[in-house]
Protein backbone atom coordinates (compact mmCIF):
# COMPACT_ATOMS: atom_id res chain seq x y z
CA UNK A 1 0.00 0.00 0.00
CA UNK A 2 3.22 2.03 0.13
CA UNK A 3 3.25 2.97 -3.42
CA UNK A 4 0.02 3.56 -3.73
CA UNK A 5 -0.41 6.28 -1.04
CA UNK A 6 3.22 7.75 -2.32
CA UNK A 7 0.94 8.13 -5.36
CA UNK A 8 -1.86 9.42 -3.59
CA UNK A 9 0.12 12.12 -2.66
CA UNK A 10 1.63 13.05 -5.98
CA UNK A 11 -1.98 13.92 -6.97
CA UNK A 12 -2.99 15.34 -3.91
CA UNK A 13 -0.31 17.65 -3.95
CA UNK A 14 -0.84 18.90 -7.39
CA UNK A 15 -4.78 19.56 -6.77
CA UNK A 16 -3.36 21.39 -3.93
CA UNK A 17 -1.84 23.30 -6.71
CA UNK A 18 -4.54 24.52 -8.86
CA UNK A 19 -6.96 24.71 -5.97
CA UNK A 20 -4.19 27.20 -4.68
CA UNK A 21 -4.39 29.01 -8.40
CA UNK A 22 -7.81 29.30 -8.27
CA UNK A 23 -7.91 30.96 -5.08
CA UNK A 24 -5.34 33.40 -6.49
CA UNK A 25 -6.59 34.33 -9.60
CA UNK A 26 -10.05 35.18 -7.83
CA UNK A 27 -8.25 36.99 -5.20
CA UNK A 28 -6.09 39.23 -8.28
CA UNK A 29 -9.19 39.99 -10.37
CA UNK A 30 -11.23 41.78 -7.62
CA UNK A 31 -7.98 43.41 -6.88
CA UNK A 32 -7.67 44.22 -10.61
CA UNK A 33 -11.09 45.42 -10.89
CA UNK A 34 -10.95 47.53 -7.74
CA UNK A 35 -7.88 49.38 -8.95
CA UNK A 36 -9.05 50.14 -12.39
CA UNK A 37 -12.82 51.16 -11.14
CA UNK A 38 -10.64 53.35 -8.84
CA UNK A 39 -8.82 55.27 -11.33
CA UNK A 40 -12.33 55.41 -13.13
CA UNK A 41 -13.56 57.37 -10.38
CA UNK A 42 -10.17 59.81 -9.34
CA UNK A 43 -9.90 60.49 -13.16
CA UNK A 44 -13.68 60.49 -13.78
CA UNK A 45 -12.71 58.52 -16.79
CA UNK A 46 -15.22 56.30 -17.64
CA UNK A 47 -12.71 54.23 -19.89
CA UNK A 48 -11.15 52.27 -17.41
CA UNK A 49 -14.67 51.19 -16.22
CA UNK A 50 -14.66 49.37 -19.79
CA UNK A 51 -11.30 48.31 -19.47
CA UNK A 52 -11.76 46.58 -15.85
CA UNK A 53 -14.43 43.85 -18.50
CA UNK A 54 -10.70 43.00 -19.97
CA UNK A 55 -9.35 41.35 -16.63
CA UNK A 56 -12.82 40.00 -15.67
CA UNK A 57 -12.75 37.81 -19.34
CA UNK A 58 -9.36 36.85 -18.43
CA UNK A 59 -9.43 35.94 -15.49
CA UNK A 60 -12.59 34.15 -15.94
CA UNK A 61 -10.81 31.88 -18.55
CA UNK A 62 -7.62 31.35 -16.85
CA UNK A 63 -10.08 29.95 -13.68
CA UNK A 64 -11.26 27.96 -15.93
CA UNK A 65 -8.61 26.35 -17.17
CA UNK A 66 -7.25 25.68 -13.52
CA UNK A 67 -10.73 24.30 -12.49
CA UNK A 68 -10.61 21.96 -15.78
CA UNK A 69 -7.08 21.02 -14.59
CA UNK A 70 -7.99 20.02 -10.78
CA UNK A 71 -11.41 18.12 -11.59
CA UNK A 72 -8.68 15.87 -13.69
CA UNK A 73 -6.35 15.20 -10.72
CA UNK A 74 -9.71 14.63 -8.99
CA UNK A 75 -10.85 12.14 -11.49
CA UNK A 76 -7.20 10.62 -11.58
CA UNK A 77 -6.88 10.50 -8.16
CA UNK A 78 -10.17 8.47 -7.93
CA UNK A 79 -8.99 6.27 -10.49
CA UNK A 80 -5.75 5.56 -8.32
CA UNK A 81 -7.55 5.43 -5.40
CA UNK A 82 -9.43 1.84 -6.78
CA UNK A 83 -6.05 0.62 -8.60
CA UNK A 84 -4.57 -2.64 -7.33
CA UNK A 85 -1.13 -1.62 -5.32
CA UNK A 86 0.80 -4.02 -8.44
CA UNK A 87 -0.79 -1.63 -11.12
CA UNK A 88 0.58 1.77 -9.87
CA UNK A 89 2.94 3.36 -12.09
CA UNK A 90 2.66 6.61 -10.65
CA UNK A 91 1.47 7.95 -13.68
CA UNK A 92 0.30 11.54 -13.64
CA UNK A 93 -1.41 11.82 -17.28
CA UNK A 94 -4.97 13.24 -17.09
CA UNK A 95 -5.76 12.74 -20.77
CA UNK A 96 -8.16 10.08 -20.25
CA UNK A 97 -9.77 11.90 -17.95
CA UNK A 98 -9.95 14.63 -20.46
CA UNK A 99 -13.37 13.93 -22.52
CA UNK A 100 -15.35 14.03 -19.56
CA UNK A 101 -17.85 17.24 -19.73
CA UNK A 102 -17.04 18.72 -16.55
CA UNK A 103 -12.95 17.97 -16.72
CA UNK A 104 -13.07 20.02 -19.84
CA UNK A 105 -12.25 23.61 -19.66
CA UNK A 106 -15.91 24.47 -21.72
CA UNK A 107 -17.50 22.56 -18.93
CA UNK A 108 -15.20 23.95 -15.81
CA UNK A 109 -15.55 27.78 -17.42
CA UNK A 110 -19.55 27.44 -17.40
CA UNK A 111 -19.73 25.96 -13.56
CA UNK A 112 -21.66 27.23 -11.75
CA UNK A 113 -19.79 28.67 -9.55
CA UNK A 114 -17.77 30.20 -11.75
CA UNK A 115 -20.54 31.48 -13.22
CA UNK A 116 -21.76 32.96 -10.29
CA UNK A 117 -18.48 34.45 -9.16
CA UNK A 118 -17.74 36.04 -12.41
CA UNK A 119 -21.34 36.99 -13.12
CA UNK A 120 -22.52 38.43 -9.86
CA UNK A 121 -18.93 39.96 -10.34
CA UNK A 122 -19.63 41.59 -13.59
CA UNK A 123 -23.58 42.42 -12.33
CA UNK A 124 -21.51 44.59 -9.76
CA UNK A 125 -19.34 46.12 -12.22
CA UNK A 126 -22.31 47.05 -14.97
CA UNK A 127 -24.34 48.90 -11.84
CA UNK A 128 -21.16 50.43 -10.93
CA UNK A 129 -21.17 51.61 -14.27
CA UNK A 130 -24.52 53.20 -14.50
CA UNK A 131 -24.17 54.55 -10.86
CA UNK A 132 -20.88 56.63 -12.01
CA UNK A 133 -22.18 57.33 -15.34
Keep these: MERKYKHL ?69 DYVRTLPEDKIDFSMDTRPFAQDYPNTWLGSLLSRTLLIYYGSLALVMLLMMLALG
Design 9 to 77: DFLQAAIGRMAGNLFLLKGWSITLIAALFALSAKDSNKLYVVLAYYPLFVFWVLDGYFLAQERRFRALY
